[in-house]
């Protein structure tokens, strides 16, 4: 059964810090996985979507990796500002096309 | 273009009763998944809709049903109502079966 953990849960760090988001799952099996942003009592906006057979993705400030070998996923973000405070989530896609979350990382970038 | 849309957006609802929620997919795909976050949680999936049919489906019980009409937007129904369903259902549309979700504002669900 495929599992997905991300660690850690929350993270408060200054502006204008780089950061890394670790996501990891337990079946090297995946199809995809994408990335999401969540704002409170919000829905999820989609970030950066990695495909089984790619490394990397980026977008803006955004870089996402994928070692499928290992079950890894990292997400960076460069220079974080006060915007980018929300909650995110990485999910991976099996190969029946169920879409697994992690539990989420609750960010705070501060002035 | 149009993103997808959801409603009710919160809604109310008693021990027993039914509900049913409403997804509008994003123009031009024909895939839909549902989803139930519980606060603090990552969203759990329902079951998802390729085409009319469900084609995947979560560890909910058959309370939990749904529908996809040929225009490719959804329904979610929950019978007999019971205080855990208590959640934030989330919509989601693609291009495919695998593809790129994007997903809705949520319908915020209290069972009371």
């Known amino acids: 059964k495929q599992e997905v953990t991300q660690i850690p849960a929350a993270l408060s760090v200054p502006e204008g810090e780089n950061l890394v988001l670790n996501c990891s799952f337990t079946d090297s099996a995946i199809y995809n996985l994408q990335w999401f942003r969540q704002d409170p009592g919000k829905g999820l906006t989609s970030l950066l979507l990695?495909?089984?057979?790619?490394r990397e993705q980026t977008s803006g400030r955004l870089n996402a990796s994928l070692d499928k070998s290992s079950g890894r996923s990292t997400l960076y973000i460069a220079a974080s500002q006060p915007g980018d405070s929300a909650t995110y989530l990485c999910a991976v896609r099996d190969n029946t096309d169920k879409l697994i979350f992690g539990t989420g990382t609750r960010l705070q970038v501060f002035p | 273009e149009t993103g997808v849309t959801q409603s009710p957006t919160h809604l109310i609802k008693t021990r027993g009763q039914q509900v049913t929620l409403r997804c509008s997919s994003q123009?031009?795909?024909?895939?839909v998944s549902w989803y139930q976050q519980a606060l603090g949680q990552g969203p759990q999936f329902i079951f998802q809709y390729y085409r009319e049919e469900e084609n995947g489906r979560g560890n909910f019980p058959p309370r939990f049903s749904g529908l996809q009409f040929p225009n490719y937007s959804s329904e979610l129904n929950v019978n007999a109502l019971e205080l855990d369903d208590s959640a934030l259902y989330l919509c989601?549309?693609?291009?495919?079966?695998?593809?790129?979700?994007?997903f809705g504002e949520g319908s915020r669900l209290t069972v009371l």
């Open positions: 990695i495909q089984s057979s790619q």
């Open positions: 989601a549309s693609s291009l495919d079966q695998a593809g790129e979700l994007f």
């Open positions: 123009s031009g795909h024909n895939t």
